[in-house]
């Protein structure tokens, strides 16, 4: 085995080459390192102040981190001499294969965190979302969990309840409740107008700002179509629906007023 020797003239040039070098990279990775550290923190104070959601937080605090220690480690690579181009280009193209292979994921990670930055629902929402509809039981990175009124889980991806219409009916403290009506051509639409606005106005949880109102909405087939729309408490809604369309039933076949169903003449012709 061939022996190698190295100089003291070797050493003296290899530590006068390469130990500033080495000692500045490594006085860059212990400060740059701190000062990551305080930035995180700094981060992490700002988001506490704020109506960030905790999810988010972390989140945002871990991805600041892992961004500053890869940048203060390039650096410090890059004061050693080392090249750092190929590199780069190599952890780039990788993360480019990573992301067209996991596009779906990213998009719905994306979407988590347009969620929990600006809230378009929050958990314990009632929100529904084309077909699906329910509670908000948990909002995660990838995807939301929503509790049906039947007691059944549907998980979204957050990537479709980002980019898709949302209705959130708990976001207001107050809803309208429609309800559609439908009495007969020889009815009186006065009266039963008197009739439908006295239920509504007795009932505690109707509200007077705005107020009450039937109008109508339709000249039907086999009635006279009106529209009652008052407004509630949401949190009180479907008690406040539920009760009144049945006390308006009562109180109209009290009054006379019919509630006509489709019906047709058909006349019948004999030939002689």
């Known amino acids: ?56 937080k972390s989140f945002l605090k871990s991805l600041v981190s892992i961004l500053l220690k890869v940048m203060v480690y390039i650096t ?6 080392i090249e750092m181009t190929s590199f780069i280009a190599v952890l780039g193209a990788a993360g480019l ?90 009815d009186d639409i006065k009266k039963a107008r008197e009739v439908i606005l006295k239920v509504l106005n007795e009932d505690e949880r109707t509200l007077q700002e705005p107020e009450p109102m039937v109008v109508l909405t339709n000249l039907g087939d086999s009635s006279l179509d009106l529209s009652a729309r008052a407004w509630t408490q949401t949190s009180e809604y479907w008690g406040f629906f539920w009760d009144n369309m049945e006390k308006i039933k009562e109180e109209l076949d009290k009054a006379g007023i019919d509630i006509p169903y489709p019906q047709r003449d058909v006349h019948m012709f004999q030939e002689k």
Do not use: C
């Open 76 to 81: 410090a690579l890059g004061m050693l001499g």
């Open 97 to 186: 294969a990573v992301g067209l292979a996991l596009q779906g994921s990213l998009a719905n990670f994306a979407g988590g965190v347009l969620i929990l930055f600006f809230k378009p629902f929050k958990v314990g929402d009632f929100i529904e979302r084309g077909s699906e509809s329910g509670t908000v039981e948990r909002i995660d990175i990838l995807h939301t969990v929503l509790n049906t009124p039947n007691n059944q889980i549907i998980v979204i991806p957050n990537g479709q309840l980002a980019n898709s219409p949302v209705k959130n009916y708990s976001e207001k403290d107050t809803r309208r409740a429609d309800f559609a009506i439908g009495i007969g051509y020889n």
């Open 1 to 56: 085995m061939e022996n190698f020797n190295i100089s003291s003239d070797d050493l003296i040039n290899i530590v006068t080459t390469y130990g500033p070098k080495l000692l500045a990279a490594i006085a860059t990775l212990v400060v740059g390192l701190w000062i990551v550290k305080l930035i995180v923190r700094g981060v992490g104070k700002g988001l506490d102040k704020s109506s960030v959601d905790t999810a988010l």
